[in-house]
């Protein structure tokens, strides 16, 4: 069982940058795979990036070159900096684990096991 307690996220203008921080309550291991996932209303929730557990990253086309995934060594904390954030990026933010390696379409929602609780994150134009 893993408990992950986020933190971050906020309110930002358009252009701005925020870091979301994620904490795992235990070591994850190495086949271990990490994740972002977003979801504005009335939309489905979105895989945004993920860090597998060969430390291989993946990003949506809606966030590359502006979002970045990283993990520390122990692999207990997930962090994602987001850079020229833009008002469609508004969602709730969602940190994510499954005890797979590796996955043939890893960023949906249904291969994850644990969430975090949440963080609202909202740009304005």
């Known amino acids: 069982l893993i408990d992950l307690v986020q933190s971050g996220g906020g309110s930002v203008q358009a252009g701005g940058s925020l870091t979301l921080s994620c904490q795992a309550s235990a070591r994850t291991r190495n086949h271990y795979s990490m994740a972002w996932f977003r979801q504005a209303p009335g939309r489905d929730r979105e895989g945004i990036a993920l860090i597998d557990g060969r430390r291989n990253l993946i990003y949506a086309d809606s966030v590359r070159g502006r979002f970045t995934i990283f993990q520390d060594n122990d692999r207990t904390n997930l962090s994602l900096r987001m850079n020229s954030l833009k008002p469609e990026d508004t969602a709730m933010y969602y940190c994510?684990?499954?005890?797979?390696?590796?996955?043939?379409?890893?960023?949906?929602?249904?291969?994850?096991?644990?969430w975090g609780q949440g963080a609202q994150v909202t740009v304005s134009s």
């Open positions: 994510a684990a499954a005890l797979w390696a590796t996955a043939p379409d890893p960023l949906q929602a249904r291969e994850f096991m644990y």
